[in-house]
């Protein structure tokens, strides 16, 4: 059983080109979270997706970022016109349906380096 | 605001010590959890717990929660060197208005175990 995948691994971009992150849940889960890691910081939680809905963008920047979840595919986190800001670590997790109190499952991570 | 704080920030210890980490939170809880992160890696969940004096253990961690003191600690028992990682605890504020997932990270903890 696949855990979570995340691609690319690691991306460059130069300031003001774009910046597609990649996210396949775990087999079987159906919520996905994205997280953002500064160096040396803990996670900060940005946006929790089910299929086709996004039910809480409470962490995510007004501006430049958005992410959907669609029916099939990957979850997808956007951002645009990048800022050296926006280096960070970027982490997916998932989680299976049905809710309650049960732990994420982090993929491996998107590097993200804006020069 | 729910804020995790956890204590040392940074530890380095001598293989055979024990040593315990503290994560204290500023509101009620009662799910917490335990992570590690190796460098360049993605978060591996060590410990879920989900009530009051709730102990768990796994091999040379031992993890526990008192929900009156809002406090978890991660104790470690005779330190090897294949635990230098850092380690994070997480909050979860779902029934204050959070959704499922969106965690509240400390800062991490940066164990080094020397020989």
């Known amino acids: 059983n696949a855990g979570v995948m995340q691609n690319p691994r690691h991306l460059v971009r130069r300031r003001g080109q774009e910046a597609r992150l990649r996210c396949s849940p775990m087999k079987g889960h159906s919520h996905v979270y994205w997280y953002r890691q500064l160096p040396e910081e803990g996670l900060k939680f940005m946006v929790y997706?089910?299929?086709?809905?996004?039910?809480?963008e409470s962490g995510m920047p007004k501006e430049r970022f958005s992410a959907e979840f669609p029916k099939e595919g990957p979850s997808i986190l956007r951002i645009q016109q990048v800022v050296r800001g926006d280096s960070a670590a970027y982490f997916c997790?998932?989680?299976?349906?049905?809710?309650?109190?049960?732990?994420?499952?982090f993929g491996e991570g998107s590097r993200l380096t804006v020069l | 605001e729910l804020k995790v704080e956890q204590n040392p920030l940074f530890l380095s210890m001598q293989e055979g010590k024990n040593y315990t980490i503290y994560c204290n939170y500023s509101?009620?809880?009662?799910?917490l959890y335990w992570y590690r992160q190796d460098p360049g890696k993605s978060l591996e969940s060590l410990f879920v717990l989900l009530s009051n004096g709730a102990v768990k253990q796994e091999g040379r961690l031992m993890a526990s929660l008192d929900t009156k003191a809002r406090l978890s600690t991660l104790h470690i028992t005779a330190a090897v060197h294949d635990l230098s990682a850092t380690y994070f605890c997480?909050?979860?504020?779902?029934?204050?208005?959070?959704?499922?997932?969106?965690?509240?990270f400390g800062k991490g903890t940066k164990l080094s175990v020397k020989p």
């Open positions: 997706l089910q299929k086709e809905n996004i039910i809480d």
């Open positions: 997790a998932s989680s299976p349906p049905g809710g309650g109190p049960g732990e994420l499952f």
């Open positions: 509101t009620t809880s009662d799910r």
């Open positions: 997480a909050v979860d504020p779902t029934h204050y208005g959070g959704s499922q997932g969106n965690l509240i």
